[in-house]
């Protein structure tokens, strides 16, 4: 995927400044560590300051600027085709123990969005395109989301440089 990106300025292009998925923002706010030991490996970040990593090459974690972390994809494609099907993805994530909400939660902070960048399907539907991903439904995202967050998540705690774990997303 990040080949892809790379080598498709238009497609980068999109997701930095519409997704907010900016591969380009390869420097996380602080040196973090996965309490495992495992590899991590930054790929993006975004305009608060976030960080996306890749996690022992599987799962994508997410670290907030705030301190909070979470795994919200088992891969980068995934992670990918959620930024930009659920942009509004950070709204959601305190739901994740109910898909049904997380919905809910998706619905009214999509409505929001729209209000203000009325072009995001069509932005959304380029960018798709652009990457060659075809389209997944929002609720198989979210579902996915959920069970990143509530299982997953557990089993990649991201410590700060003084050993203190990130709270959960």
């Known amino acids: 995927m990040l080949d892809r990106l790379r080598a498709n300025a238009r497609a ?4 930095a400044d519409v997704f907010d998925f900016d591969i ?3 420097d996380p ?6 309490a495992s030991g495992g590899e991590l490996r930054v790929v993006a970040g975004d305009a608060s300051g976030g960080t996306f990593f890749v996690c022992d090459d599987g799962p994508v974690l997410y670290a907030s600027s ?3 972390a979470g795994i919200l994809a088992t891969d980068l494609d995934t992670a990918v085709r959620l930024v930009i099907e659920v942009p509004t993805w950070q709204d959601v994530v305190s739901d ?5 909400a997380m919905r809910a939660s998706f619905e009214a902070s999509y409505a929001e969005l729209k209000e203000d960048e009325p072009e ?4 959304r539907d380029e960018a798709t395109a652009e990457l060659r991903l075809g389209r997944v439904a929002v609720e198989e995202l979210l579902v996915s989301l959920s069970t990143c967050l509530t299982e997953l998540s557990p089993r990649y705690v ?3 440089e003084e050993g203190g774990e990130y709270d959960p997303l």
């Open 158 to 160: 991201l410590l700060n």
């Open 29 to 34: 706010v602080e040196p973090v560590r996965l």
């Open 66 to 68: 705030e301190g909070t």
């Open 120 to 123: 995001i399907d069509r932005l």
């Open 12 to 15: 980068a292009a999109l997701l």
């Open 24 to 26: 380009a923002r390869l």
């Open 96 to 100: 994740a123990a109910d898909p049904d």
